[in-house]
C-alpha cells in the first residue's frame, strides 16, 4: 500500500531515498549541517523560556552559541509546574541533600559519559548542550518527558509508581529522545514515532547492562522496572526480551506490546501506538543482542540512527541497519556473522513486511 | 456542570478517563476544582490557539477536557507541553481523580 504523497515513480514507502544510501558520505555533512542549525534553535529556545520565567534574558551558559562542556542541570520543581525554576544541583557541585537530585545528577552523568566514551558522541547535539533536568515536577505526576529542549520528571503516585528520575534506563531514555530529535528527527507518529521509542529503549537499557557491567543474557530487558511502585514490584513498562508481559495490573491494564508484525496494532491512542509497536524492533534488538552481545547491537544501533530520516518505518529501518552493520563488518568492528544474525532478528519478528 | 476527562500516552502509555458531573462530588473536592478552573482561565481566547499547538518533545501526555454547562460546551486539548502553566494545575488535579476513580472501579 502507498501512503497519499506518494506516487509510484517516487514511492517512499519501502524503499530508503537513494540519496541516504548512495552518498553517504555527503549525508554525513548534511547531518553535521541540519545539527549545528537544530542546536542553535534549542539555545535560543532556552533563552526565550529563560525570558518567560524571570522577564529578562540570564547571562547563562544556554545563550552561549560556542562549544558547551554538556554541564548538568538538576532543577526541583518542588510539586509546581514551572520549569527551571530552583536550581538544585549543577555540574560540579557537591551532592544534595535529596536524593531524587542525586539520582537526576548521577544518571544523567552516566548516560552522557557513555555516549561520549563509547560511542563519541558529545552530548544531545554532538556540540555538547547541557543537560537541564528538572525533578519533583506536578503533583503526583506519573510521567517522565522530553519537551524538546529538556527533561521532566515526576514524582509518581506512590502506589503504582513511584519516581521517574530514580531509573538509568527512564534518564537513559528520554536523553536518547534528544539524540533523536538532533540525528534524524524521527517524527513522534506511526510507525517512525514506534522507531523514536525504540531507540530511546535500547540506549536505556543498552547503558543500564554497560553500567551494572552485565551481559545481555543477565540482564533482565526491562524498561521501567525501578519506577514501579511499592505494589507492583516484578512489573515493569515494557519488557524488550519479551513484549506484552511487563504488566498486568488495575491502572494500567495489561501489557499490549506486540513481538511480531502479525499482531501490529492499528488504534489511533498514543500517537498511532508509538510506546506499543516498539516491541516489534525492541524484540529485534534483544535477539541480535543475544547473538553478538548488546555493546556491539548498540554500536550498530546507533550508527543506524544516524542515517535515519525523519519519516522512516520499519521496512526502511531493516534496511538501515543492515547497511550499518555492513559498515562495520568492512572496518572490522564487527564481525560478518552480524548481517545474518541481523536478518534471522527483524524475520523473527515479521520484518520486512 | 458536566465533565469528561481523558489523559492517555506518556511515558508508561496510560489510559486514564472519567466523566462526572461536579455536583456529585464532595463539596471540598468541588470546591478545589472550581478555584482551579478559575486559575485556568478556560475562557480566555489564547487557549483555543494552543488547542491544535503541535506537541513537542517525546513521552508528553495527551490530555483531553469537555466542559459543559447550561450555557455551552467548551472542549480543550493539551500535551504536557502545549498546556499553558495556568491550566496545568488543573490537569494535575484531574489526572489524579482518574487515577483514584480507576482505582475504585
Ligand atoms: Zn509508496
Ligand atoms: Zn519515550
Known amino acids: 500500500m502507498h501512503k497519499k504523497d506518494c506516487s509510484k515513480m517516487k514511492c517512499q514507502c519501502f524503499i530508503v531515498p537513494n540519496y541516504i544510501l548512495e552518498n553517504l558520505a555527503q549525508n554525513e555533512v548534511e547531518a553535521a549541517r541540519i545539527s549545528i542549525a537544530k542546536s542553535r534553535q534549542v539555545r535560543r529556545r532556552r533563552i526565550m523560556k529563560e525570558y518567560d520565567i524571570n522577564g529578562v534574558v540570564a547571562l547563562t551558559d544556554a545563550g552561549s552559541e560556542r562549544k558547551g562542556e554538556s554541564a548538568r542541570h538538576v532543577y526541583d520543581c518542588k510539586g509546581g509546574t514551572k520549569l527551571r525554576q530552583n536550581e538544585a544541583r549543577k555540574e560540579g557541585d557537591r551532592s544534595s541533600g535529596d536524593s531524587v537530585v542525586n539520582h537526576a545528577y548521577d544518571y544523567s552523568g552516566v548516560v552522557r559519559d557513555y555516549f561520549k566514551d563509547v560511542l563519541h558522541r558529545n552530548s544531545i547535539d554532538n556540540e555538547g548542550l547541557d543537560l537541564i533536568l528538572n525533578v519533583h515536577y506536578g503533583d503526583k505526576f506519573t510521567n517522565a518527558y522530553w519537551d524538546g529542549d529538556e527533561m521532566v520528571f515526576g514524582d509518581g503516585d506512590g502506589v503504582i509508581f513511584s519516581n521517574f528520575a530514580n531509573s538509568l534506563d527512564v534518564i537513559g531514555h528520554e536523553l536518547t529522545h534528544g539524540v533523536t530529535q538532533f540525528t534524524s528527527g524521527l517524527e513522534y507518529e506511526g510507525q517512525s514515532g514506534a522507531l523514536n521509542e525504540h531507540l530511546s529503549d535500547v540506549f536505556g537499557v543498552t547503558i543500564k547492562q554497560f553500567h551494572l557491567k552485565q551481559s545481555a543474557q543477565e540482564a533482565d530487558w526491562l524498561i521501567g522496572a525501578d519506577i514501579m511502585g511499592p505494589t507492583l514490584k516484578g512489573q515493569a513498562l515494557r519488557s524488550m526480551k519479551a513484549p506484552g508481559t511487563a504488566f498486568d495490573n488495575k491502572l494500567m491494564g495489561k501489557d499490549m506490546q506486540p513481538d511480531h508484525m502479525k499482531n501490529f496494532y492499528r488504534g489511533e491512542q498514543d500517537n498511532h501506538g508509538v510506546h506499543i509497536n516498539s516491541g516489534i524492533p525492541n524484540k529485534a534488538f534483544y535477539l541480535v543482542s543475544m547473538e553478538i552481545g548488546t555493546d556491539k547491537a548498540a554500536l550498530i544501533w546507533f550508527n543506524a540512527m544516524q542515517n535515519l530520516f525523519a519519516t522512516a518505518n520499519f521496512n526502511q529501518f531493516v534496511q538501515i541497519v543492515l547497511k550499518a552493520a555492513q559498515k562495520l563488518v568492512d572496518s572490522g568492528e564487527v564481525t560478518d556473522t552480524a548481517i545474518r544474525t541481523i536478518e534471522d532478528a527483524f524475520k523473527a519478528v515479521g520484518l520486512p513486511e | ?105
Not at chain 2, 18 to 32: G, R, S
Not at chain 2, 76 to 104: C, G, H, W
Request: aromatic share 8%.
Open chain 2, 1 to 105: 456542570m458536566h465533565i469528561q476527562f481523558s489523559c492517555i500516552g506518556g511515558f508508561a502509555n496510560l489510559d486514564l478517563n472519567f466523566q462526572i458531573d461536579t455536583n456529585e462530588l464532595p463539596q471540598e473536592k468541588n470546591e478545589e476544582l472550581k478555584n482551579l478552573m478559575k486559575t485556568a482561565d478556560l475562557s480566555n481566547p489564547h487557549l483555543s490557539k494552543i488547542v491544535g499547538a503541535k506537541s513537542q518533545g517525546a513521552d508528553a501526555f495527551s490530555y483531553q477536557l469537555d466542559i459543559v454547562n447550561e450555557k455551552k460546551k467548551q472542549s480543550f486539548s493539551f500535551t504536557d507541553t502545549t498546556a499553558p502553566e495556568e491550566v496545568r494545575p488543573l490537569l494535575d488535579y484531574l489526572r489524579n481523580l482518574a487515577i483514584e476513580i480507576k482505582m475504585a472501579e
